[in-house]
């Protein structure tokens, strides 16, 4: 069925290429894997979204110390 959430699940004692899709409704009995895994998944992604915004606020002060020092220069060699 398109458009329904499926989970990867790789089977104990099986080969990757026996790994098969399968819906939650199928998943009964693994419901405190299910989820463990959504929390690390929302865990990770968490933390991405706070590197990113370290890495722009990061990009923000390093403009702003150019902008800063470009002030300076203009200020140690302007002619007056």
Known sequence: MKGKLK???RWKRY???EDTWERLE???NTMDLV??????I???EIRRVQIRKEKKKEKVLNL???VFKRSEL???YTVK
Request: aromatic share 8%; charged share 55%.
């Open 7 to 9: 989970y990867l699940v």
């Open 15 to 17: 080969i990757v290429e």
């Open 26 to 28: 199928n998943l009964g």
């Open 74 to 76: 203009l200020k140690k």
């Open 64 to 66: 702003e110390a150019k």
């Open 42 to 44: 929302r865990e990770k």
């Open 35 to 40: 989820k463990e895994f959504e929390k690390e």
